[in-house]
């Protein structure tokens, strides 16, 4: 009886390599590609290709200034709008590490919790919707040296500006150097007066949400 030899190690077919689950920054690209006129947000004149252009102005903008995975964190001191989720998304495709603070901490007249996050977040730059309603927490965390861009401009620089740059070849360059294990955003939680701050990566994120969850539906 013949017997048919061992396959040598070298015989051997390379194992497939796995399938790795698209990070939440190539979802909306892969929107913009298949769906480009389809809204981001239900009620919002925004589609996928113009959210696609708009975070990648304000990522663009954000490496220019020298953003990235190895730079000063950014914070959002606002509720969930629409133009969060858009500073949000250009701050991931430029690798940068976001820290969403809750609007409890910027209106609550009691600003200890907040000023624990801040002091150990230290953020490089803060972003707040609304400049009125945010005020005392802008003025915190510029004093502790953060630039600020607001949504309706009226501090710092206007969310529009970011988003109506240019797109240089930085933010496709940039991409090559964000994976799973990049940290993607800070978590602030933990008992009062004891903010934690605890890090999420893009792989967590993109196993934990989609374009519905970060921008409030109308996605496909």
Do not use: K, N, Y
């Amino acid at each position: 009886m013949s017997h048919a030899a061992p396959m040598r190690a070298s015989d051997r077919p390379e194992p497939a390599p796995p399938i790795a689950r698209p990070l939440v920054i190539d979802q909306l690209r892969h929107a913009a590609e298949r769906q480009p006129d389809v809204v981001v947000r239900a009620g919002r004149d925004l589609t996928h290709a113009e959210a696609w252009a708009r975070t990648g102005a304000i990522a663009s903008w954000l490496i220019a200034q020298g953003f990235g995975p190895h730079g000063a964190p950014v914070a959002i001191l606002s509720d969930h709008s629409l133009e969060s989720a858009l500073f949000l998304f250009g701050a991931w495709r430029a690798g940068v590490r976001v820290a969403p603070l809750s609007s409890d901490l910027c209106r609550s007249g009691d600003f200890a919790d907040l000023d624990q996050a801040l002091d150990a977040l230290a953020p490089g730059l803060v972003f707040a919707r609304d400049s009125a309603a945010c005020g005392a927490a802008l003025d915190r965390a510029g004093a502790r040296g953060a630039r600020m861009v607001t949504g309706d401009g009226r501090r710092g620089l206007a969310l529009a500006a970011l988003a109506s740059c240019s797109i240089d070849a930085a933010v496709a360059e940039r991409r090559g150097h964000i994976t799973a294990d990049t940290v993607a955003e800070i978590s602030f939680t933990g008992p009062t007066g004891r903010p934690t701050g605890v890090p999420r990566s893009h792989g967590d994120l993109a196993r934990s949400g989609d374009l519905r969850s970060i921008f409030g539906g109308g996605s496909g």
